[in-house]
């Protein structure tokens, strides 16, 4: 995935850009950047490697190396970014979040229309960072660029340039599934993805750009460069997933909305869960533990933490590349607390179940501590497609999900037919998939949230809401 946080203002912004990106920190673990301008030293940059070692700590010494009252910053879980550019449009620093389909197909038309050539990476990749300017150089202004860039990619780019006049341009992606925000301070603007970072930083946010809007952001104001469009796409597993429980996004908290999705939930099978005689709900850390208190508070079953997490120096179990090594780290930081767990019949919520590896994990982690039954829900509907608009997932073949494969191994490709039936659990097929993975899993029962209990959660227009990675649908 990856999140940016810019800024510009009357005084030197660099504290707030190192600290706003600071808190984009969960949203990418392989690099991050800073890049500021000032009149005597114009554009200056700096990128590290993020993998073993916090943002924070890489950067400590930014405020001696870099100044300026203009600034933007990334994190990134993919190329090295920002990039410093200079191009007929001028001298500027560019980084972007989203994903790019059909990035190959680009090189191959712009190197043969143009003859020019990319700086690679490690096998011949292009940094992707360099592909969106060059769309963006094709024309005669910033704006007419990202426009045309925006409607040539398939996927989702959301992008931030800081100029070499300190003005800083922002653009979110066609059709809105990122959020991009800004906020205004005392004497300046900043533009953020997480609308918390803003708040702790003294900025009050304004409003969400539209989907495909394009602003230049100075000390002064916000000046419009591109209207939105009025078709919305937002991802919905932001609410659900990888959204920060202080954001905001479209006015939506998340942790509200994760409150509200375990209600939903538990009041939708509140008859059914009678006899199951659970002693505890409990969620799995950390974003399944907000839809569980839902759960808890509209089940009346009392909320516990069966487990706890240690994470003063695993503070993500992502982390490692492998995901052999993701899985041993995951294992490796959860912390019994027997007294809710021996001889207990216990409800987990999760917020997803996407490859179900860890999920195993935790499941036989409470058995061999005790527990009598251990029953499973999920705060979202069975991932039957991997997302094609952003980079927060590893999956890179769909029948590495585990609610596909089950398909496949329940009725073969043709089985792939049914997927809608698959996805409803009142369908003779959905309790088939739902029996099956509970098979799999070692737990007494599986059942998921209905993607219509997901999107009365966040509380959006359906038609406003992107939940291709459920039903295929864009």
Known sequence: MGGFFGAVGKTDVISSVFYGTDYHSHLGVKRGGIAAYNEEDGLQREIHNIENSPFRTKFADIFDDMSGCSAIGCISDSDPQPLLIRSKLGKYAICIIGKINN???LIKEYLDEYGGHFDTLSGS????????TALINHKDSFAEGIKFAQSVIDGAASILILLDNGNIIAARDKFGRIPVLVGRGEDGYCVTFESFAAYKLGYKIERDLGPGEVVELTADGVNVLVEPQKEMKVCSFLWTYYGYPASCYEGVNVE????????IMASDELEEIKNYNIDYVAGVPDSGTPHAIGYARESKIPFARPFIKYTPTWSRSFTPAKQSERNKVAKAKLL???HFIDGKNLLFVDDSIVRGTQLKGTVDFLYENG????????????????????????STNE???????????LEGEEGLKYIPEYADGKTERGKNLRKKMAEKF?????????LEGLCKSIGIDRCKLCTYCWNGKD
């Open 371 to 394: 527990a009598k039954e251990v029953h499973i829900r999920s705060a979202c509907p069975p991932i039957f497609y991997s997302c094609k608009y952003l980079n927060f997932t590893r």
């Open 256 to 263: 509200y909305s994760r409150y509200r999705n375990g209600e």
């Open 103 to 105: 990035a190959e197909e």
């Open 442 to 450: 070692h737990c007494k029962t599986i059942d998921f949230q209905s």
């Open 336 to 338: 019994p607390v027997e």
């Open 125 to 132: 990749k292009v940094n992707l960072t360099e592909l969106v």
């Open 399 to 409: 029948m590495e999900l585990i609610a596909r494969s089950i398909i496949v191994e």
